[in-house]
């Protein structure tokens, strides 16, 4: 399961799991955002 992954990379990194998902999902909407702005109008 998704969430049992990210647990145990959060419990490898010593950081609560949200916050890591936090970082994640931050990361992502980053490189989406910057994606959309390459492409023509």
Known sequence: MLLE???ALANE????YQSL???FLAEQVARQRRGKR???A
């Open 5 to 7: 992954e990210l647990k």
């Open 13 to 16: 990194r010593d950081v609560p």
């Open 21 to 23: 998902m936090k970082v």
């Open 38 to 40: 390459k492409v023509p």
